[in-house]
């Protein structure tokens, strides 16, 4: 009788999930670029100087308003709007927002033009919060505009100069005059800074605001590339820009002081230290004191220099050594008596140290067999350390404190999956952001003495209910034995999947060094893409290999000087192990990636030719020769000095073995990984008479969107994995 029941029920549960899966629908290409699937956030987030409330930038769609709000942390009411845009005549809406140190006054801006990917020209307002008065602080579009501490100035850059407007009388002054388009640039970044040491507003104001220190680079000597420009006009036009690629000059970089009153510059002599880079400035405690980061061309030495501006002379305070690389960051922070907190993964993990203001180490603050991925700051009241880190599994992030002794450490966050946080100016609360592969963003406010919950924020709970109507399967996370390595992995198989079948797997990677793309952390568009393939039969998986990141300084390094070597060993190992399981079919096996994710897609079916039957590579770098000084050298040295692993981890190298289908993309207008790469690969195929298909978007960038172009080029892949897997 108790088997009769147990059967009965168990139909029953079986004939309730088949009815609500038949129920449930299929996620489309169109709402996942139509943007069906968009989270809420907290856009612009400013904790005030008060420490009991923050700011937000919230934009009305009905009343298409836009408004900097101010809420209270522990209750969350709103406490007041500091800025309406109906309120200020001529301005439709606010894209960006800052504050003055003071808050007195914001700098906002309203127009907002790309230039490359960090960098735009932008029209942009001072409003006084006092008289309510708002005025422009260019007729020009400008970059960085920038308040002094004291609020009474802003620094900008334009055409590659720099100026300064007093807001007080309204006068602007330019403060350099050399500026020109590739040749010479005033405290604004060049293309490849921009890009790969992660800043463009090569310029900081002194504590005292009576003196700006800034990059000049002098691109003269390096090399120009150019770019075809189709847009609508009867002729095309040629964009052509300073570009270094691997091996090539790079611009000579020099440090300046301008001194306000004087109105003079002076340059400093930097020539005694690794100084062919200057990837970051940043004022010390004391006002007349600079500290300089400085790195060789190598990138495996970085010096720590003050530089005191009264006298311009110099004192390097400490030197961090790798035989490979040594990572930039900007985790570098003084307290008042300007000892200072430092990261470095000296002792084999990324942690931070505390050293006085001589450079001499006081403590190791954090110590393990885990990575700190973010370090958030240090409270002088309490005397602890914030950071974040993968002490809970290096999918995971969770936030931390400690004291700088390394004693009293604190978990402060209790989901597992991925926790970030932004504390409060006096270090009382922190909004905590969560997400998991099953969780989109829930932000909570907590105590940040003791993690402590007050209250929820927001929970896009409206998003979550909406997708319970769609077919979407689990992220499976586990790891998987490659090549004496436990690399991390997940799975996603169809909601319908069945032991008993076979189904083709799709290999999804990005590889590149010190990446992750096997996270516990909330969906992005890609994921949609692969729940609706999962949905039609495929089972995908992504697995990151050697080379990739938060698993140590030699998991993360050991393919220096050899960038696609490993990871696409252990790319078709996977795919070979993964084939031996009985639901895989073997003779079904694709890969894809974009960019570096190309480049190793490419490679895999080129170098494993007998293991995938297809392959799809996105604006791939195809040869590091092509790519630009900074990036490439860091993990390759030059390729005078390494021509063995530019070449023979090249796609181009390899084209002769390729058997199965293959589809090539770029953008024609990228910027970064150059169409050039692809015309190259498709030139040797060519010559290898090798049929593979291939699509050239007009005017994309390495992003490849505007319009319906993501929607294009995501329906081409899913026809051509339909027709080819």
């Known amino acids: 009788m108790k088997k009769i029941i147990s059967l009965s029920f168990l139909l029953l549960f079986i004939t309730a999930i088949s009815t609500l899966t038949a129920q449930q629908k299929n996620i489309t290409l169109e709402e996942i670029w139509g943007g069906a699937f968009r989270t809420q956030g907290l856009d612009v987030l400013h904790s005030m100087n008060n420490g009991k409330e923050y700011a937000v930038l919230n934009y009305d769609r009905q009343d298409k308003v836009s408004t900097v709000d101010v809420y209270d942390y522990k209750s969350g009411e709103k406490v007041k709007t500091l800025l309406n845009s109906k309120d200020l005549k001529g301005i439709d809406f606010v894209i960006s927002y800052e504050f003055s140190k003071d808050e007195s006054k914001i700098l906002f801006s309203t127009e907002l033009k790309q230039i490359y990917r960090r960098s735009s020209l932008g029209t942009y307002y001072v409003y006084d919060l006092k008289t309510k008065d708002f005025s422009l602080v260019s007729t020009n579009k400008i970059q960085e505009p920038t308040f002094s501490n004291d609020g009474s100035k802003v620094a900008y850059g334009f055409e590659n100069n720099l100026y300064v407007k007093d807001l007080n009388s309204g006068e602007t002054k330019q403060i350099t005059s050399d500026g020109k388009k590739n040749s010479i640039i005033n405290g ?141 960051t900007d985790n570098l922070t003084f307290l008042n008596n300007n000892s200072f907190f430092w990261t470095s993964e000296k002792d084999g993990w990324n942690h931070i140290y505390q050293y006085d203001k001589d450079g001499k180490m006081m403590n190791q603050v954090t110590k393990g067999p885990w990575e700190v991925t973010a370090y958030y700051g240090f409270d002088q009241n309490t005397g602890r350390v914030y950071y974040q880190s993968t002490e809970n599994g290096s999918i995971n992030r969770d936030v931390y404190s400690i004291l700088p002794s390394g004693k009293n450490k604190a978990r402060l966050t209790q989901q ?46 409206d998003l979550k209910n909406r997708l319970a109507s769609y077919k979407i399967s689990p992220k499976e996370f586990s790891t998987i034995n490659i090549n004496g390595e436990d690399l991390n992995m997940y799975m996603i198989k169809p909601l319908d999947f069945d032991e008993t079948k076979q189904y083709p797997l799709f290999l999804y990677q990005y590889s590149g060094p010190g990446s992750q793309n096997v996270s516990n952390s909330w969906i992005g568009t890609n994921d949609y893409w692969h729940e609706l393939l999962a949905q039609e039969g495929y089972i995908i998986a992504c697995v990151d290999g050697r ?58 079916l080129f170098q494993g030719a007998d293991t995938f039957e297809m392959a799809i590579a996105v604006a791939p770098v195809t040869s590091w020769r092509f790519y630009d000084s900074i990036y490439t050298e860091r993990y390759m040295q030059t390729p005078q000095e390494n021509a063995s692993g530019y070449d023979e981890n090249s796609p181009l190298s390899h084209v002769d073995k390729l058997k199965g289908k293959f589809l090539l993309v770029h953008g024609s207008a990228d910027d970064n990984v150059h169409v050039q790469n692809s015309m190259r690969l498709i030139e040797a195929l060519v010559q290898a008479n090798k049929q593979f298909d291939w699509r050239i978007y007009p005017d994309k960038n390495h992003g490849i969107y505007g319009g319906n172009t993501r929607l294009h080029l995501y329906t081409l892949m899913t026809d051509f994995i339909k027709k080819n897997l």
């Open 188 to 328: 604004i970044t060049d293309w490849v800074y921009e890009e790969e040491f992660a800043f463009v507003r090569a310029f900081e104001w002194s504590k005292s605001g009576d003196k700006l220190a800034y990059i000049k680079f002098d691109e003269t000597e390096v090399p120009e590339f150019t770019m075809d420009v189709y847009g609508n006009d009867l002729y095309p036009f040629a964009d052509t820009f300073k570009y270094p690629k691997a091996g090539e000059a790079n611009s000579k970089v020099s440090l300046q002081f301008y001194d306000l009153a004087s109105a003079k510059t002076t340059s400093v002599d930097l020539s005694k230290y690794n100084s062919y880079y200057i990837p970051r400035l940043l004022w010390t405690e004391d006002n007349n004191l600079l500290s300089v980061q400085l790195a060789n061309r190598h990138q495996n030495v970085i010096d720590l220099v003050f530089v005191d501006a009264s006298s311009n002379s110099t004192k390097l305070i400490l030197q961090e050594k790798d035989d490979a690389y040594v990572d930039v």
């Open 547 to 604: 080379g990739t990141g938060f698993k140590g300084r030699d998991f993360k390094k050991m393919t220096q000087k050899e960038l696609g070597k490993y990871e696409v060993e252990d790319q078709i190992a996977v795919a070979k192990k993964l084939s031996e399981l009985p639901y895989i079919d073997e003779s079904r096996t694709g890969i894809w990636g974009w960019s570096y994710g190309g480049f190793m897609s490419s490679n895999c």
């Open 416 to 461: 597992t999956g991925t926790n970030d946080a932004d504390f409060s100016a006096d270090y009382t609360y922190f909004i905590n952001t969560f997400s998991d592969a099953k969780t989109p963003f829930v932000f909570t406010l907590r105590e940040a003495k003791t993690g402590k919950l007050l209250r929820e924020i927001k929970d896009n709970s």
